[in-house]
């Protein structure tokens, strides 16, 4: 039987259950999707984790985009590195 993509990672094994939770969620409604439909479910995982006093480290959401954009096309994965990029400029202003 082939491994779990969250059986791949050592940070998930010490990762508390609820956002564990809230990425297999988040990377379930991703399949089959582009970038430009992302940002609501991105939104609804940050609500979900935000109600319960928490946020993805900046570890835990390099390897959510991991996960979410390993079946993406090149041109996807590039549109997703720009968006990391302009984020990253305005969290720096």
Do not use: R, W
């Not at 990425?23 to 995982?45: Q, W």
């Not at 946020?55 to 954009?69: A, D, G, V």
């Amino acid at each position: 039987m082939k491994e779990s993509i969250f059986e791949q990672y050592d940070v998930f094994k010490t990762m508390h259950p609820v956002k564990i939770q809230v990425m297999k969620e988040l990377a379930e409604g991703m399949k089959g999707k582009n970038m430009k439909d992302a940002a609501p479910l991105l939104m609804k995982a940050t609500s979900q984790l935000k109600s319960h006093n928490m946020s993805f480290t900046p570890e835990e959401t390099k390897i959510l985009l991991e996960i979410l954009t390993k079946d993406m096309s090149p041109q996807e994965k590039a549109k997703v590195e720009m968006m990391k990029n302009v984020v990253k400029k305005q969290g720096k202003k």
